[in-house]
C-alpha cells in the first residue's frame, strides 16, 4: 500500500477527532469505528495541532472572541495574545450537522444516490441509521479508501447502504467518467457532500470542482460543504494552526467570505451558517458568533444548497 500523501494524512486527523468525541459524554454523536481509523500518525497529527493551539480558556471574557475553524485543537492563545477558537467543538458540529442534513434530506427528499467527496477515514456508510436504501458513493484516492478497507476488514455497512468506492484523483480530469462507470446516474437527483476538503484547494481548483458537480448533478440535487473565510488564512488568532498545517505540507490555499455568491455562479442556491448560530450550535459552541456584516472576522461556515 503507497503511504499516504499530506492532504490524505488528514483524514486520520479527522478520525482521531471522531474518535475523542465518541469517548465523551456531551459527545454529539458516536463513531465507535473511528479508533480502528486513527493509527499512531492520527494520533500524532492531532497532539501537533493540540500543542499549537495550547490549553483551552475557560474565561470566556479573557481574549478577542473568535470565530472556529477546522483541524484545530483545544482553544487557547495564539502567538498575538488572541483567543484561539475550539476546533474540537468545531468539529463535532460540523460531523452532527452534515450528519442530521444528511439523514433529513435522504428521508425527505428521497435521494437514491449519495456522494462523497474526498470521503477519507469517513464511516457514513456504517454507522447512520439511513431512512431509506441509498447507494452511497466515496470519492477518494485509492491509497486512502485502501487504507480504510484495510482497517475496517469485513465490517458490514448498514443494511440500507450499497457502497461504492472510487478511488480517483479528484483534481484530474477522469473522476467523473469513473463515477458514472461505478454506477451513478447524473440524470437522477443526487445528494453530495465535501467536508474537510475546499479549504486545501486553491480558489481555481475550487471552482473547477464546483464546476464539474453542477455539471453531473440534475436539478434538485444538493450540495453541502465546509468552507473558511479569507479572512482566517491571515488572522493572528490562526496563524499557530495554519504553521503546523504548512510543516505538514498541506496549507490551507483558498478562503470565500461569501459561500453564497461563490455556489451561485454554479447554478447552486445556497445557505451558509455559522457555528453556533441557532440550526449548528448543539450546545457545545462557546464563542460569539459575529453577525455576517461585520467585516474583518475570521470565520467558518456550513454550506448547504439546491442545485437549480
Partial sequence: MAPLDAIARTSLLTAALRAEETERPDRLYQ?????????????????????????????????????????????????????????????AIRTRYFDDYLLTQVKDGGYPQVV????????????????????????????????KESALGDEPVHQRVTRRPIGVDLLGPDWMDALVTAGYRPE???????????????????????????????????????MVGATTLTAPAVAPLLQVFERLGCPWL???????????????????????????????????????????VERVFLVHGVRK
Fill in 188 to 226: 437522477e437527483p443526487s445528494l453530495w457532500l465535501l467536508e474537510g476538503l475546499l479549504y486545501y484547494l486553491t480558489d481555481d481548483e475550487t471552482r473547477q470542482l464546483l464546476s464539474r458537480v453542477a455539471d453531473l448533478t440534475a436539478p434538485g440535487s444538493r450540495i453541502a460543504a465546509d
Fill in 31 to 91: 463513531d465507535p469505528l473511528a479508533a480502528r481509523l486513527v493509527g499512531a500518525l492520527g494520533g500524532d497529527l492531532l497532539g501537533q495541532v493540540a500543542d499549537a493551539s495550547g490549553p483551552r480558556d475557560t474565561d470566556p471574557g479573557q481574549g478577542d472572541p473568535g470565530q472556529g475553524d477546522p483541524g484545530q485543537g483545544d482553544s487557547g492563545q495564539g502567538d498575538s495574545g488572541q483567543k484561539v477558537p475550539s476546533t474540537v467543538d468545531f468539529n
Fill in 254 to 296: 483558498s478562503g470565500h467570505d461569501e459561500p453564497e455568491a461563490l455556489f451561485a455562479e454554479y447554478g447552486i442556491e445556497a445557505e451558509a451558517v455559522q457555528p453556533g448560530e441557532e440550526s449548528a450550535h448543539y450546545g457545545r459552541w462557546p464563542d460569539p458568533v459575529h453577525p455576517r456584516h461585520v467585516p474583518d
Fill in 116 to 147: 462523497m467527496v474526498a470521503a477519507g477515514m469517513d464511516t457514513r456508510a456504517y454507522r447512520l441509521p439511513w431512512p431509506r436504501a441509498i447507494e452511497l458513493f466515496e470519492l477518494d484516492r485509492p491509497g486512502v479508501l485502501e487504507a
